[in-house]
T-cell receptor, first 113, second 112 residues
Framework: RKEVEQDPGPFNVPEGATVAFNCTYSNSASQSFFWYRQDCRKEPKLLMSVYSSGNEDGRFTAQLNRASQYISLLIRDSKLSDSATYLC??????????????FGKGTHLIIQP | NAGVTQTPKFRILKIGQSMTLQCTQDMNHNYMYWYRQDPGMGLKLIYYSVGAGITDKGEVPNGYNVSRSTTEDFPLRLELAAPSQTSVYFCASIPGPYSPLHFGNGTRLTVT
């Protein structure tokens, strides 16, 4: 099993719809989880951290399922501007330095008018 | 406050040439990182530094060297460019552990 796995997509979703995608991770010792957003040919930017109890930021909801070792991202009322690649990022252990981060390959989302 | 600045934005190298990718940050961050991203792939860590004078290898260090003489600057050196080093290179920094990464705009390098 790869360290971090994501469905590459693309997910083609009509504007206004709800879309969700998951990311599975293999290291049960992983402690921190993040979703980054990357627009075409640009640098990744932090979308949100993922907390154990789940967390919400506007239209975005992130969930963590430790038992099944996956995190999820839900986007409600999708906008054209949500079109991007969403990167799942997981720490390899308990350390907090970014040298311990593993990046998924990303899920490509296309919101269609 | 410019954040993380990378130069150049684009570069084409011939096989065997050398170059230095520049990265500087004005946020006084101790931790700095170099990643490469190949098409359709996740970011891979090349080298990182937890402070001036301290550097360490990441997952894919072969063919690269770094130095960290100041807190602000973290240049990445390619000594003998190879086609396998064609990629997009991102520099990033964080103020401390568990902080989100601040990325530069990237350098797109082609080796032919």
């Amino acid at each position: 099993r790869k360290e971090v796995e994501q469905d590459p997509g693309p997910f083609n979703v009509p504007e206004g719809a709800t879309v969700a995608f998951n990311c599975t991770y293999s290291n049960s010792a992983s402690q921190s989880f993040f979703w980054y957003r990357q627009d075409c040919r640009k640098e990744p930017k932090l979308l949100m951290s993922v907390y154990s109890s789940g967390n919400e930021d506007g239209r975005f909801t992130a969930q963590l399922n430790r038992a099944s070792q996956y995190i999820s991202l839900l986007i409600r009322d999708s906008k054209l501007s949500d079109s991007a690649t969403y990167l799942c990022v997981v720490t390899r252990g308990t350390g907090g330095g970014a040298d311990g981060l593993t990046f998924g390959k990303g899920t490509h989302l296309i919101i269609q008018p | 406050n410019a954040g993380v600045t990378q130069t150049p934005k684009f570069r084409i190298l011939k096989i065997g040439q050398s170059m230095t990718l520049q990265c500087t940050q004005d946020m006084n961050h101790n931790y700095m990182y170099w990643y490469r991203q190949d098409p359709g792939m996740g970011l891979k860590l090349i080298y990182y530094s937890v402070g001036a004078g301290i550097t360490d290898k990441g997952e894919v260090p072969n063919g690269y060297n770094v130095s960290r003489s100041t807190t602000e600057d973290f240049p990445l050196r390619l000594e003998l460019a190879a086609p396998s080093q064609t990629s997009v290179y991102f520099c990033a920094s964080i103020p401390g552990p568990y902080s989100p990464l601040h990325f530069g705009n990237g350098t797109r390098l082609t080796v032919t």
